[in-house]
T-cell receptor, first 112, second 112 residues
Framework: KAGVTQTPRYLIKTRGQQVTLSCSPISGHRSVSWYQQTPGQGLQFLFEYFSETQRNKGNFPGRFSGRQFSNSRSEMNVSTLELGDSALYLC???????????FGSGTRLTVV | GQQLNQSPQSMFIQEGEDVSMNCTSSSIFNTWLWYKQEPGEGPVLLIALYKAGELTSNGRLTAQFGITRKDSFLNISASIPSDVGIYFCAGQPGGSNYKLTFGKGTLLTVNP
């Protein structure tokens, strides 16, 4: 059974640009969450989607957005990138949101 | 907002020793989770706890869901070199809130 797949693994962007990250959940999983991991702040929740609807949202500015498609695949977008957006972005999926989430390997975003 | 205090921040032990780490919260959680993260990878779920007082084992790992619902601990018995990594606790409020709040992690180093 394939795990959670995130693409790309690494990304370098310039300040002011925008970026789109992709996540393919485990087959059958309908809940997808996104987290930002930095050395200073640790793992911080961005948002959670279920059946194409955002159910929960973290405390991030509106530059961070996401969406989920009918096949449960998800994307997150960050516009007007700032240096502080450099982080490991992790996607996680679960059957319905409850219980344990399975994480992908993440996308390492570097903003220069 | 909810905060998780995880301790210790780091541990350096000899192979064969037992390890204990814990998390405390200012708020109640309905689910407690323990993850392990190795360099370059996303967190991997070790144990999920769903009921106050629950004690669950996974091989050499044992975790408990505190009776107050505000704490949890993880024990690793007879540590081996491959136990090296960062261990995170995470709490999920439940109901319609699927957000995971993570502790800052415990860095475990095992000396062979």
């Amino acid at each position: 059974k394939a795990g959670v797949t995130q693409t790309p693994r690494y990304l370098i962007k310039t300040r002011g640009q925008q970026v789109t990250l992709s996540c393919s959940p485990i087959s059958g999983h309908r809940s997808v969450s996104w987290y930002q991991q930095t050395p200073g702040q640790g793992l911080q929740f961005l948002f959670e989607y279920f059946s194409e609807t955002q159910r929960n949202k973290g405390n991030f500015p509106g530059r961070f957005s996401g969406r989920q498609f009918s096949n449960s695949r998800s994307e997150m977008n960050v516009s007007t990138l700032e240096l502080g957006d450099s982080a490991l972005y992790l996607c996680a999926s679960s059957l319905d949101g409850g219980g344990g989430y399975t994480f992908g390997s993440g996308t390492r975003l570097t903003v220069v | 907002g909810q905060q998780l205090n995880q301790s210790p921040q780091s541990m350096f032990i000899q192979e064969g020793e037992d390890v204990s780490m814990n998390c405390t919260s200012s708020s109640i959680f309905n689910t407690w989770l323990w993850y392990k993260q190795e360099p370059g990878e996303g967190p991997v779920l070790l144990i999920a706890l769903y009921k106050a007082g629950e004690l669950t084992s996974n091989g050499r790992l044992t975790a408990q869901f505190g009776i107050t619902r505000k704490d949890s601990f993880l024990n690793i018995s007879a540590s081996i070199p491959s136990d090296v990594g960062i261990y995170f606790c995470a709490g999920q409020p439940g109901g319609s809130n699927y957000k995971l709040t993570f502790g800052k992690g415990t860095l475990l180093t095992v000396n062979p």
